[in-house]
């Protein structure tokens, strides 16, 4: 994908984060307030212990650290852009290292899931679709829903903006500005929908008020 689809695609982006300690910073800030409000949404959702959980865009664990001691050992993967964030939130922030192989922290820019059981349970994408362009939410629903048959749920969030107005800035309720063509990238809900509906999924748009305005999806295999 290109450098220039969002900040966490520029070159030595992640190095010079790492290097000064914001691994935390990085991945949105609200590190405890976020996290908490992941694991009680996916709580809310069904999630079991039982169950095999993948988290798109893991980060540095902010879901991590709060859903490995909840879930069996072993029943959480993550992937992210950066392997060596994913690795620094394990060394540094993860109490219960043994619940977690360092393996199931897979490096993936693409929705490819090198390696990811296709027996994952649920799936959460926490703003990761708010810094993509709408070719990769397309595929990334599309990937989502072929490579993982057995998959209960998909929960994601996006920014949404008015259908009349979508290709212009627009305003999210806590103020931030997003774009139809750069990061934080926004979409028309119609647009969301439809993209669903091609990847097999039933769409329910979720009340939660999240930061920054995101919006919360609940995506259902068809």
């Known amino acids: 994908m290109p ?8 070159p030595g982006f992640y190095d010079d984060a790492l290097a000064r300690g914001r691994h935390r910073d990085i ?20 999630l079991e212990p039982r169950h095999r959980l993948l988290d ?15 879930l069996d050992p072993g029943q959480y993967w993550g992937t992210d852009l950066s392997g060596a964030l994913m ?23 693409d929705f490819a899931f090198p390696g990811i059981p296709d027996t994952i349970d649920y799936a959460i994408a926490f703003a990761v679709f708010t810094h993509l362009p709408d070719r990769m939410l ?23 903006a008015p259908e009349t107005g979508a290709e212009h800035p627009h305003r999210q309720p806590d103020g931030v500005v997003t774009h ?4 934080p ?29 995101q919006v919360l999806f609940r995506a259902l295999p068809r």
């Open 56 to 70: 798109i865009g893991c980060g540095s664990l902010r879901l991590g650290v709060r859903a490995v001691p909840f």
């Open 138 to 160: 397309a595929r990334g629903l599309a990937r989502i829903r072929t490579a993982f048959p057995a998959l209960d749920r998909l929960l994601f969030t996006v920014f949404l």
């Open 87 to 109: 690795r620094r939130g394990h060394e540094a922030e993860l109490k219960a290292k043994e619940r977690l192989p360092i393996g199931q922290l897979v490096e993936d820019g």
């Open 180 to 183: 139809p063509d750069r990061a």
């Open 185 to 213: 990238w926004h979409l028309p809900a119609a647009t969301v929908e439809a993209h669903a509906r091609a990847a097999g999924f039933t769409l329910t748009r979720l009340p939660d008020r999240l930061p920054r305005g």
């Open 3 to 10: 450098e220039s689809i969002s900040p966490y695609h520029a």
């Open 27 to 46: 991945v949105g800030g609200r590190w405890d307030e976020t996290g908490r409000l992941q694991l009680a949404i996916l709580r809310r959702e069904g």
